[in-house]
């Protein structure tokens, strides 16, 4: 069986290249995540955390649908990167305004949820 680092590279090249269903490709990284709990090569987690952030983070060309799927990543990837997480959750706190401020409060209570 393939290796969770394995899942996810695959999964991002897909969201990198804007092949496919976003959402979809998201659901599956949220359930490859959960389903391991290992910690990721810090180059592939700041990858996937520039992916899932330029989606929650976008003004325009993003669904709200993707931006929940992105938010429930970034959820499942804080059982093992849980500092990586609020630090880029943070970041924008300090650069945001307008919609993308309501996913990244969505996020952090699914979070508080989650871990709390």
């Known amino acids: 069986a393939p290796t969770v680092a394995a899942i996810v590279?695959?999964?991002l090249e897909r969201l990198q290249d804007n092949e496919g269903d976003r959402a979809q490709a998201y659901h599956q990284l949220e359930s490859a995540l959960r389903g391991d709990g290992g910690r990721l090569q810090s180059g592939v987690l700041n990858?996937?955390?520039?992916?899932v952030s330029g989606d929650?983070?976008?003004a325009e060309g993003?669904?709200?649908?993707?931006?929940?799927a992105a938010s429930d990543v970034l959820v499942a990837l804080a059982s093992s990167h849980f500092h990586f997480v609020m630090s880029e959750l943070q970041q924008h706190l300090k650069?945001?305004?307008g919609i993308?401020?309501?996913f990244v409060f969505v996020t952090l209570g699914k979070l508080a949820?989650?871990?709390g």
């Open 9 to 11: 590279t695959s999964l």
């Open 56 to 58: 929650i983070r976008a």
């Open 47 to 51: 990858r996937l955390l520039a992916e």
């Open 95 to 97: 650069a945001l305004g």
């Open 62 to 68: 993003v669904t709200d649908d993707v931006r929940t």
């Open 100 to 102: 993308s401020e309501e």
């Open 113 to 115: 949820s989650s871990y």
